[in-house]
């Protein structure tokens, strides 16, 4: 069965401190791993997709990388409105690279 | 681009009315929508997957004859939850995918919700 873990489930920053959110998965044949961010209230909005082991995205100071069993999403000098949750979130074979299997998300507090 | 729109963006109704939530693709043409139900500090949990003109594939435990989906066309789907009760008083998103990209990766994009009360 495909899984994916998020850790930590909450996380607070000082506005500055740079820190990584974690999502481990165990999927039968990955076709792509995705980043969302959503707001209280809000449907998730799209931030990368990562197909293959090695690869890197950058937005602003959001950087996405993945490996064969993880990705990690790297916040550099995060400010109060990065403060949100991050959903991680898998395309597999095993449910016919259409739908996404979610992570439990990581809330993260960034204080000014 | 990649825009989604949901409406209304909140509904309270009485229990037994039945409510009807669109869910439309803005700027491009959506070849799959998804339709999703998130409880207080939960994920996404994925209700039904729907491609113009064929009937959706819901999800095990979800029940067909409550959450209605028609899909339309390639920019419109709409979920009407019937009779309406309430335990299904709940936050409803919807996405939609479009084939992209050399690896063809379906990227979903989703609507800002809707949030339904049912008293």
């Known amino acids: 069965e495909d899984q994916v873990t998020q850790s930590p489930e909450a996380l607070r920053l000082q506005e500055g401190e740079s820190s990584s959110l974690n999502c481990s998965y165990t999927?039968?044949?990955?076709?792509?791993l995705f980043w969302y961010r959503q707001d209280p209230g809000k449907g998730p909005e799209f931030l990368f997709t990562?197909?293959?082991a090695g690869e890197e995205k950058e937005k602003e100071r959001l950087k996405a990388t993945l490996t064969k069993k993880e990705s990690f999403l790297h916040i550099t000098a995060p400010k109060p409105e990065d403060s949100a949750t991050y959903l991680c979130?898998?395309?597999?074979?095993?449910?016919?690279?259409?739908?996404?299997?979610f992570g439990t998300g990581t809330r993260l507090l960034v204080s000014p | 681009g990649a825009v989604v729109s949901q409406h209304p963006s909140r509904v309270i109704c009485k229990s037994g009315t039945s409510v009807k939530i669109e869910c439309r693709s803005l700027?491009?043409?959506?070849?799959?929508m998804f339709w999703y139900r998130q409880f207080p500090k939960k994920s996404l949990m994925l209700m039904a997957t729907?491609?113009?003109?064929?009937?959706?594939?819901?999800e095990q435990g979800v029940e067909k004859d409550k959450f209605l989906i028609n899909h339309a066309s390639l920019t419109l789907s709409t979920l009407t939850v019937t009779s309406a009760q309430p335990e299904d008083s709940s936050f409803y998103i919807c996405?939609?995918?479009?084939?992209?990209?050399?690896?063809?990766?379906?990227?979903?994009?989703f609507g800002p919700g809707t949030r339904l009360t049912v008293l």
């Open positions: 996405s939609a995918s479009f084939l992209a990209g050399v690896l063809g990766t379906d990227t979903q994009y």
């Open positions: 999927v039968s044949g990955l076709r792509g």
């Open positions: 990562l197909y293959s």
């Open positions: 979130a898998v395309q597999a074979r095993s449910t016919g690279f259409q739908k996404l299997v």
């Open positions: 700027d491009f043409q959506a070849t799959t």
């Open positions: 729907s491609n113009e003109g064929s009937k959706a594939t819901y």
